[in-house]
């Protein structure tokens, strides 16, 4: 059980650095955020972990954060915005992805200790690199796409759950059945396949669901650089 307490925990400090990120940098935390985020949570993935008797992997719940991320910014900046931060996470991760498959092409000295460790980090398969690439880029523009139309059809002020959640539950599916077919596909048994790609949507939706506090904390944050004309409906 030691995991799933210090999972909690884990979740708990992802959040509150989220929190603190933007409360301290207000836009501009968001961008940065995503930035690092999209790296990390690629790096945290090639870590399994076995939690209530199932084998997953790190890396869900910053990633989730991504999202966090592009609905707070359609939400109080609008959605050109929240599209600008996908580029951003997208150049981000693949820039990271380049850079760190040249170093590993250099010749370590006969002292180096980095070598090994950094392949088995980033040396990731093709397929796990492309998938995770295209994965993020089709996902998180369909999450701005679907944000946007819910907050026409949902515009309430009270309503931010039902968007924030709404965009979410069907842009990770994308995200998680784009990555899976594309790393997955062909490696493992079609029964196993699917138990990866359930567990890995499921883990996502909750910590998605989880994260609706933190997101109406997030956008009590006021800011001078705000455009509250592109806000919802407070009544």
């Not at 693949?94 to 980090?121: K, N, R, Y």
């Not at 567990?199 to 994260?211: D, H, M, N, P, R």
């Amino acid at each position: 059980m030691f995991n799933f307490f210090w999972g909690l925990l884990f979740v708990a400090v992802n959040f509150g650095l989220f929190l603190l990120c933007y409360r301290l940098f207000g836009k501009t935390g968001l961008y940065a955020w995503i930035g690092f985020a999209t790296v990390l949570a690629n790096i945290q993935v090639a870590k399994t972990i076995p939690m209530l008797g199932l084998v997953m992997t790190l890396g869900n719940t910053i990633y989730t954060t991504i999202y966090m991320c592009t609905d707070l910014l359609n939400e109080k900046y609008g959605s050109k915005d929240a599209k600008k931060a996908v580029w951003f996470g997208f150049f981000s991760l693949l820039a990271s992805t380049i850079m760190m498959q040249m170093a590993l092409v250099f010749h370590p000295s006969a002292e180096d200790f980095a070598q090994g460790p950094l392949t088995t980090i980033f040396g990731f398969l093709p397929r796990v690199a492309a998938g995770s690439l295209v994965a993020y880029f089709c996902s998180q523009f369909l999450d701005v796409r679907i944000y946007s139309k819910l907050k026409k059809h949902f515009s309430k002020y009270n309503q931010l759950w039902i968007r924030t959640n709404g965009s979410t539950v069907f842009s990770q599916m994308v995200d998680s059945l784009i990555f899976c077919t594309i790393a997955f596909a062909g490696e493992y048994s079609l029964g196993v396949w699917a138990q990866i790609l359930l567990t890995t949507y499921l883990f996502k939706f909750v910590i998605s669901v989880a994260s609706t506090p933190v997101m109406y904390i997030a956008r009590s944050f006021k800011f001078p650089e705000a455009d509250t004309s592109k806000g919802v409906n407070p009544n």
